[in-house]
């Protein structure tokens, strides 16, 4: 949902104020900002109309998980009011804008009506009485086992079911020993460091339903590459939903009966929250629940265009037929026999006969005594965070482990290592290459269950977001379809010794493609006469046995002239048995010679298709059973006859919801084909390139229709991270190696920084050049050197070059895909490499590397037929993409990437490379406290483990004593959500968001993030003053600010904060770099060698209705009276109206404030921010170059400022300005 949703509910929502339908309001309209909503609301007892104002603040979430603060600017508002406001805040969950209105109102009148009637305390009071948490009862009922409902008990649906629950259950139904089965095993969930989301009754008075288990992204520590490649973002949440169809069975009650008893059923995706709208999961287990849709279509297409909710992710379709087969029967096996869970799908998969026999059992199964009563547990794998523990293996007796706690452990473990695992039988690989994609083993049988499952990527969706990506890899599996040179199939006049081979690796086996078999020397083709101008075959009187086996209307077949190369290919119509007569529709052509040129040869116009004799082919033969030869040329056959990827997206755009195999231009051999060439690949690729321009065909239509052309594919605008000085090439981002590839190349980088002793340039870039027919087997298997294809002269290793002539020289072109838009001639990949030559195996004429962390894959270059060397391609800015993203850079204004002098890469006309900052993944050198322990560490997530889950739910769960529903969420105390900062038991994983690189540009201050001791600043305790209200609005702006942060380049971003040093939510510190190096202050900064303006932000109780109080902590600017500027007063506090009660509104994001300050930093009206030049001679005469505490303002000095400040300008002083800026 969007804004345009929200405006609609408030236009919705004011018509039925306007027809008197919400007591006491009297109009709703939109507000000054996107999500604000503005509500009057009047009563008798008032002197005048109430001012309230709503603002949605996850409005992308609108309706199920957004969350509307409130708040009045009215100078004086009713006690009664204010408390009422207060009251309805912790409510406003998930609700639209007319359910919003209804429930402040009510809330209103019930204040306003206790208030009249003199009656006592506030109903928020009431509810902050009583914020002891009850006692957990853990005791477990003695009757237990006697009072489980059998699996036998009907459950009758009610005619009208509770508000919420799946099943339809009432009170009567409910079985207290298992309900607190159920909590306790639902908080071991919690404790462990997942969120639990009570979705329908289940646990609350039902036990059956849905519950909701997630875990946020970034907590998995895998490498932005890797989430990239998998379209996950690390702000979303890995979800399981389980749905107890019958009531719910504990592990102890499992693991004692058969496996076809235990009635749960499993759904894997992502979630922008830590749970799906309870609707979602309606529709996700309305088959398994009987519940009633329209149509199943319909239920698809609401769930595909559902963005904001719960999704699949790439390995659901298969994680979830993992689960269902084989979860329970693993569970039981460990159990039984101690084995992990790699062991026990071993033995599963072999005793059901789904192994070949001579894999035999894995080593440590061998000899085991399957009866053994005391099995040995086997430790899971090294893991961070939830992932520490195995629940399963725990010295606990059944009846104390939790089930849902076991399947979330699985299916997180499975999700983290998802790359080492086979998609179909879920058998670890053996493969020695490391992947950033998941696939299938090489069992053919798997390969197979894959594709006619549909366990791999949606095609479809590939072709949408990335068109030109897979337009590379058809082209680059065509090239690789041909033979290997020097081993093409010889002549009967020939003789060799050395069979022929693909330039491929490893052909497909397992597609069971049927094809047309054109090299078969011993087969006897058809004959038939072709007529009507090829639209009908009148096959010869022996071919009428054929009917019978193959010829039938929807199949394919090929025919060609006798002693001819090319055939045409043709879907069947309609088939007359009687005439021997098919009538056919030809959907393309293909060269059928075995060798074939490098420039294909155009499809001949439809009149020279004559009429004659013809030999006919059936697509009958098994691609399986060809040799490796005859299946390059069915795959060449096959490729010949698949339509343009650009003609394919644009049938996809008019035809949502459909598949491939619906286009009738593609036969089911060319749509397996397609859908085995994208998903097994193994690499992470997206286009920068989205200009049609770049397709040849296209190339008439440009000039005075430039950008009306729409762009190429849907996804992400990549303009900015185009490398300047490579004009006729097509650019691809490009990465490689398995999830943590980047983790191992940065540990490298470290180990040899701190080794070296590097202060900047830890990197160097160069090419690497391959012929055109190996690229498809790159990038599958890596860019290794197990084959020699061009000598070795200077040792082994991957040779790199610093100049693209050199590499072109190694990029042979080779056979050209005759229907792709891009049509490739040759290949460049550009790479980083670790600053140590003289650790290389050769650093002239060429790098040779061994060390295979040492470098990565960071682009791959395609030159194309229609842009030659000679032909300049689509410039900077020419045709971009409309509505994808901000306006660019400027070269000129673009910040690059720093090249040591010695070891520049260059482009063509042997020019330095420009390569883009912000297309390189951003770190630290030198870093020795990156990833030290501290008793704050993870704070963002600590805060966002206890900010979005439902108090109710918590309340649910951790109250065994309460059978009935609870009404109202219990309140905690103030002071806890703040304190748990620093006592909140949460394992600390190593964060991966971006730092920022030690040298970054000339023009821009050095500014190194860590660099700063923040033992030398004051740190405050938590306040004793924190709110529940406050909490929260704080804990969701960090989490927006990581998020913010940890997908902005620091340098354009132009602020930091260490989250990990977050110890006290309601102060900050936050460090202002980056300065525009015209700027006095920047010489300023440079020549005192200060990289950062240390700003601190103090939180008061009434946040985010009063502002916070921001000053400069260090060092000491040159005051106003003495020519300074920048809005910073004498006591360093700073001096912006937006900072007062005047100014100040709660719809202000922290980022906004951050902008502002900053931009007030360097305004040079009426004079520029300028250092006290003093305290910079201090700091000198020290032999110091770094400000430090000698520099800082206190904060008495800074409230005094402001005060003055404020009352010179006329501003409103906060009424709690000293409570604020105290901490206390």
């Given at each position: 949902m969007s804004l345009k949703k929200l405006k609609s509910d408030v236009a919705t929502a004011a018509k039925k104020v306007a027809a008197n339908g919400i007591a006491g309001i009297v109009s709703v309209t939109n507000g000054d900002s996107d999500g604000e909503v503005v509500i009057m609301y009047r009563h008798e007892s008032l002197a005048a109309d109430v001012r309230i104002q709503a603002l949605a603040q996850d409005l992308g979430d609108y309706p199920d998980g957004n969350r509307f603060l409130l708040w009045t600017d009215e100078s004086d508002p009713a006690p009664h009011v204010v408390a009422a406001i207060k009251a309805a805040q912790d409510y406003l969950v998930g609700m639209s804008v007319y359910e919003m209105v209804s429930e402040l109102a009510s809330r209103l009148d019930k204040e306003i009506r206790r208030a009249l009637d003199g009656g006592g305390e506030s109903a928020t009071e009431a509810e902050q009485g009583n914020d002891e948490p009850a006692q957990d009862d853990d005791d477990y009922d003695a009757a237990y086992d006697s009072d489980y409902p059998s699996d036998g008990d009907e459950f009758g649906l009610p005619t009208s079911a509770p508000r919420g629950s799946l099943f339809g259950t009432t009170p009567t139904e409910l079985n207290k020993p298992l309900l607190q089965r159920i909590r306790r095993d639902l908080r071991r969930v919690k404790q462990a460091g997942y969120k639990v989301g009570l979705l329908d009754g289940f646990g609350k008075d039902d036990t059956r339903g849905v519950v909701s288990l997630s875990i946020r992204i970034d907590k998995l520590a895998i490498s932005s590459q890797a989430l990239e490649a998998w379209d996950v973002n690390p702000t979303e949440y890995l979800v399981l939903l389980l749905c107890f169809?019958?009531?719910?069975?504990?592990?102890?009650?499992?693991?004692?009966?058969?496996?076809?008893?235990?009635?749960?059923?499993?759904?894997?995706?992502?979630?922008?929250?830590?749970?799906?709208?309870?609707?979602?999961?309606?529709?996700?287990?309305?088959?398994?629940?009987?519940?009633?849709?329209?149509?199943?279509?319909?239920?698809?297409?609401?769930?595909?265009?559902?963005?904001?909710?719960?999704?699949?992710?790439?390995?659901?379709?298969?994680?979830?037929?993992?689960?269902?087969?084989?979860?329970?029967?693993?569970?039981?096996?460990?159990?039984?026999?101690?084995?992990?869970?790699?062991?026990?799908?071993?033995?599963?998969?072999?005793?059901?006969?789904?192994?070949?026999?001579?894999?035999?059992?894995?080593?440590?199964?061998?000899?085991?005594?399957?009866?053994?009563?005391?099995?040995?547990?086997?430790?899971?794998?090294?893991?961070?965070?939830?992932?520490?523990?195995?629940?399963?293996?725990?010295?606990?007796?059944?009846?104390?482990?939790?089930?849902?706690?076991?399947?979330?452990?699985?299916?997180?473990?499975?999700?983290?290592?998802?790359?080492?695992?086979?998609?179909?039988?879920?058998?670890?690989?053996?493969?020695?290459?490391?992947?950033?994609?998941?696939?299938?083993?090489?069992?053919?049988?798997?390969?197979?269950?894959?594709?006619?499952?549909?366990?791999?990527?949606?095609?479809?969706?590939?072709?949408?977001?990335?068109?030109?990506?897979?337009?590379?890899?058809?082209?680059?599996?065509?090239?690789?379809?041909?033979?290997?040179?020097?081993?093409?199939?010889?002549?009967?006049?020939?003789?060799?010794?050395?069979?022929?081979?693909?330039?491929?690796?490893?052909?497909?086996?397992?597609?069971?493609?049927?094809?047309?078999?054109?090299?078969?020397?011993?087969?006897?083709?058809?004959?038939a006469i072709t007529a009507a101008g090829n639209t009908r075959l009148v096959l010869e009187e022996g071919g009428a046995r054929r009917f019978d086996g193959g010829l039938a209307p929807g199949g394919w077949l090929a025919f060609r002239k006798p002693g001819r190369t090319v055939a045409h290919h043709a879907r069947i119509q309609e088939v007359f048995k009687a005439t021997r007569t098919v009538i056919i529709e030809v959907k393309g052509h293909s060269d059928t010679s075995s060798a074939k040129s490098w420039n294909p040869v155009p499809p001949p116009p439809p009149n020279a298709l004559e009429d004659g004799i013809v030999d006919v082919f059936l697509y009958d033969t098994d691609f399986d059973a060809l040799s490796d030869v005859d299946k390059g040329i069915a795959i060449r056959n096959i490729l010949d006859t698949l339509p343009p990827i650009l003609d394919i997206e644009d049938w996809l755009a008019d035809h949502p919801y459909s598949s491939i195999r619906d286009m009738d231009r593609i036969s089911p051999a060319a749509a397996s084909l397609l859908q085995w060439i994208v998903s097994s690949n193994r690499s992470c690729i997206f286009q920068v390139d989205r200009s049609r321009e770049v397709a040849g065909r296209w190339r008439g239509q440009i000039g005075a229709s430039a950008g009306t052309l729409p762009p190429a594919g849907r996804g992400r605008n990549r303009e900015h991270e185009r490398i300047l000085g490579m004009d006729g090439w097509v650019q691809f981002r490009f990465a490689q190696g398995s999830p943590d590839k980047e983790l191992r190349f940065n540990r490298a980088l470290q180990e040899v920084a701190a080794r070296k002793h590097m202060k900047e340039n830890p990197t160097i870039f160069a090419w690497?050049?391959?012929?055109?027919?190996?690229?498809?087997?790159?990038?599958?298997?890596?860019?290794?050197?197990?084959?020699?294809?061009?000598?070795?002269?200077?040792?082994?290793?991957?040779?790199?070059?610093?100049?693209?002539?050199?590499?072109?020289?190694?990029?042979?072109?080779?056979?050209?895909?005759?229907?792709?838009?891009?049509?490739?001639?040759?290949?460049?990949?550009?790479?980083?490499?670790?600053?140590?030559?003289?650790?290389?195996?050769?650093?002239?004429?060429?790098?040779?590397?061994?060390?295979?962390?040492?470098?990565?894959?960071?682009?791959?270059?395609?030159?194309?037929?229609?842009?030659?060397?000679?032909?300049?391609?689509?410039?900077?800015?020419?045709?971009?993409?409309?509505?994808?993203?901000?306006?660019?850079?400027?070269?000129?204004?673009?910040?690059?990437?720093?090249?040591?002098?010695?070891?520049?890469?260059?482009?063509?006309?042997?020019?330095?490379?420009?390569?883009?900052?912000?297309?390189?993944?951003?770190?630290?050198?030198?870093?020795?406290?990156?990833?030290?322990?501290?008793?704050?560490?993870?704070?963002?997530?600590?805060?966002?483990?206890?900010?979005?889950?439902?108090?109710?739910?918590?309340?649910?769960?951790?109250?065994?004593?309460?059978?009935?529903?609870?009404?109202?969420?219990?309140?905690?105390?103030?002071?806890?959500?703040?304190?748990?900062?620093?006592?909140?038991?949460?394992?600390?994983?190593?964060?991966?968001?971006?730092?920022?690189?030690?040298?970054?540009?000339?023009?821009?201050?050095?500014?190194?993030?860590?660099?700063?001791?923040?033992?030398?600043?004051?740190?405050?305790?938590?306040?004793?003053?924190?709110?529940?209200?406050?909490?929260?609005?704080?804990?969701?702006?960090?989490?927006?600010?990581?998020?913010?942060?940890?997908?902005?380049?620091?340098?354009?971003?132009?602020?930091?904060?260490?989250?990990?040093?977050?110890?006290?939510?309601?102060?900050?510190?936050?460090?202002?770099?980056?300065?525009?190096?015209?700027?006095?202050?920047?010489?300023?900064?440079?020549?005192?060698?200060?990289?950062?303006?240390?700003?601190?932000?103090?939180?008061?109780?009434?946040?985010?209705?009063?502002?916070?109080?921001?000053?400069?902590?260090?060092?000491?600017?040159?005051?106003?009276?003495?020519?300074?500027?920048?809005?910073?007063?004498?006591?360093?506090?700073?001096?912006?109206?937006?900072?007062?009660?005047?100014?100040?509104?709660?719809?202000?994001?922290?980022?906004?404030?951050?902008?502002?300050?900053?931009?007030?930093?360097?305004?040079?009206?009426?004079?520029?921010?300028?250092?006290?030049?003093?305290?910079?001679?201090m700091g000198k005469a020290r032999g110091l170059r770094q400000a430090g505490p000698w520099m800082d303002y206190g904060i008495a000095e800074a409230i005094e400022a402001f005060i003055r400040a404020a009352n010179a300008h006329g501003w409103t002083v906060p009424a709690n300005l000293r409570v604020t800026a105290n901490g206390v």
């Open positions: 169809v019958k009531p719910y069975q504990p592990l102890d009650r499992i693991l004692n009966q058969p496996v076809s008893q235990t009635q749960v059923k499993f759904h894997v995706g992502k979630c922008a929250r830590y749970k799906p709208s309870i609707n979602h999961a309606r529709r996700l287990f309305a088959d398994d629940c009987s519940l009633a849709l329209a149509s199943s279509t319909a239920r698809a297409k609401h769930l595909d265009s559902d963005s904001d909710d719960f999704q699949k992710l790439f390995i659901s379709n298969s994680l979830e037929q993992f689960l269902r087969e084989s979860f329970v029967s693993l569970l039981k096996l460990r159990e039984s026999r101690g084995l992990g869970w790699d062991e026990a799908n071993e033995l599963l998969r072999t005793s059901i006969g789904l192994c070949s026999e001579d894999q035999g059992l894995p080593e440590p199964l061998q000899g085991r005594d399957s009866g053994c009563s005391s099995p040995v547990k086997v430790s899971a794998p090294e893991h961070h965070g939830p992932l520490g523990r195995d629940h399963l293996m725990e010295n606990l007796p059944a009846s104390e482990r939790s089930f849902p706690l076991i399947a979330m452990q699985f299916v997180t473990r499975y999700f983290v290592d998802c790359t080492k695992y086979c998609l179909r039988c879920h058998r670890r690989l053996k493969e020695d290459f490391e992947a950033l994609r998941p696939y299938v083993c090489a069992d053919g049988l798997c390969l197979f269950q894959y594709m006619a499952m549909g366990l791999g990527p949606a095609i479809e969706h590939e072709i949408l977001t990335e068109p030109y990506v897979v337009d590379l890899l058809v082209s680059l599996c065509y090239a690789a379809a041909e033979p290997h040179p020097g081993s093409l199939r010889p002549t009967p006049m020939q003789q060799s010794t050395t069979p022929p081979k693909l330039s491929m690796r490893t052909p497909p086996v397992g597609l069971r493609l049927r094809v047309p078999h054109f090299s078969n020397a011993t087969a006897d083709p058809l004959k690497h050049g391959s012929r055109l027919s190996n690229w498809h087997s790159i990038l599958r298997t890596g860019l290794d050197y197990r084959d020699v294809t061009s000598g070795r002269a200077f040792g082994n290793g991957v040779y790199f070059s610093p100049r693209s002539s050199i590499s072109t020289g190694y990029a042979y072109m080779g056979s050209q895909w005759p229907n792709s838009d891009l049509r490739i001639t040759s290949c460049l990949s550009l790479n980083e490499i670790i600053n140590a030559p003289d650790e290389f195996v050769s650093c002239t004429p060429h790098y040779v590397v061994s060390q295979p962390d040492w470098h990565q894959c960071r682009y791959l270059f395609v030159q194309t037929q229609s842009f030659g060397p000679s032909r300049p391609g689509p410039q900077r800015g020419q045709n971009l993409p409309r509505k994808q993203g901000p306006l660019q850079q400027s070269a000129s204004s673009q910040t690059f990437y720093p090249q040591p002098h010695s070891h520049q890469v260059y482009g063509q006309s042997e020019k330095p490379l420009k390569i883009p900052l912000s297309a390189i993944p951003l770190r630290t050198i030198n870093r020795t406290d990156a990833v030290a322990p501290g008793p704050a560490k993870r704070t963002v997530q600590r805060l966002e483990e206890s900010d979005d889950e439902d108090a109710e739910e918590m309340a649910i769960l951790f109250s065994d004593d309460k059978l009935d529903t609870a009404q109202d969420p219990p309140k905690k105390k103030s002071a806890s959500r703040a304190s748990s900062v620093v006592t909140a038991e949460v394992e600390d994983i190593v964060a991966t968001g971006p730092p920022t690189p030690a040298s970054i540009d000339h023009l821009l201050t050095d500014f190194v993030p860590g660099s700063l001791d923040l033992s030398t600043l004051p740190r405050l305790a938590p306040p004793s003053f924190a709110t529940d209200s406050g909490t929260k609005s704080l804990s969701r702006e960090l989490v927006r600010l990581q998020n913010i942060q940890a997908t902005t380049p620091l340098h354009e971003l132009g602020w930091y904060m260490d989250f990990d040093q977050v110890s006290n939510l309601y102060q900050w510190i936050v460090e202002l770099h980056s300065f525009d190096a015209s700027l006095p202050l920047a010489r300023d900064m440079k020549k005192s060698g200060i990289g950062s303006i240390v700003m601190e932000v103090r939180f008061g109780p009434d946040f985010p209705f009063s502002p916070p109080f921001v000053r400069v902590v260090r060092p000491r600017f040159l005051p106003f009276m003495n020519g300074g500027g920048g809005h910073v007063t004498a006591g360093g506090a700073m001096c912006m109206e937006l900072l007062t009660a005047t100014g100040w509104s709660p719809a202000n994001s922290m980022e906004s404030v951050f902008l502002q300050v900053r931009v007030a930093l360097c305004s040079t009206d009426p004079q520029p921010a300028r250092l006290d030049p003093a305290v910079l001679q």
